[in-house]
């Protein structure tokens, strides 16, 4: 169940934030970031009742800045406590919900899965930006390199002879590779 009244409109400086219910998660997101987007598909995949307030990036409330010092989503609330940064959101999500599981329980195969997502943050999602650039010769290089990438995770799933990481279409690795 998500809360849609907070998630209608974008929270900007001057807003008034209304006080989060304690036992029901509060999201701080946007509506367009895919490190956000990726947050709420693992609500959506766990079923997690949480309310979403989207905020305006640009224009960032002051009471964003103080509860997420580097001033990006997603943000949790969660029983009178905040929790921020993509991955790190996620992975309490996982902790604090477990069922159904979006991670491996063997270490081993749960590290692999979190060097992948660690890998797509720090290469994919860096060259997907250059896109966005003005400067034909940035987009060319974020283009390629993006080609090359999605090789790689190719042959990795050739090698796995599955269609998914881990084996399954809902996973840390697949989710974390759909907003973009």
């Keep these: ?9 974008c929270l900007r400086q001057g807003s008034i934030l209304a006080p989060a219910t304690f036992d029901l998660l509060r999201l701080y997101s946007m509506r367009f970031c895919p490190f956000a987007q990726r947050t709420r598909l ?18 960032k409330p002051t009471w964003f800045l103080e509860m997420a010092p580097y001033g990006l989503v997603p943000v949790i609330e969660y029983k009178g406590k905040v929790i921020y940064e993509s991955s790190i959101c996620d992975e309490f999500l996982e902790e604090s919900f477990p069922e159904p599981r979006l991670l491996p329980s063997c270490p081993f195969e749960k590290a692999k899965s979190k060097l992948l997502m660690h890998d797509y943050d720090k290469n994919l999602v860096q060259s997907f930006y250059k896109l966005l650039s003005r400067d034909p ?14 090789q790689q995770y190719d042959s990795i799933l050739k ?13 840390f690795v697949c989710i974390s590779k759909r907003p973009i």
């Excluded at 090698?159 to 996973?171: A, D, N, P, Y």
């Design 1 to 9: 169940m998500v809360d849609t009244k907070m998630s209608e409109r």
């Design 42 to 59: 693992v609500l959506a995949h766990k079923n997690i009742p949480h309310e979403v307030v989207n905020v305006d990036l640009k224009y």
């Design 137 to 150: 010769e940035k987009r060319a290089k974020g283009l390629m390199s993006i080609a090359e990438k999605l």
């Design 159 to 171: 090698r796995q002879k599955t269609s998914f990481f881990q084996g399954i279409l809902e996973c």
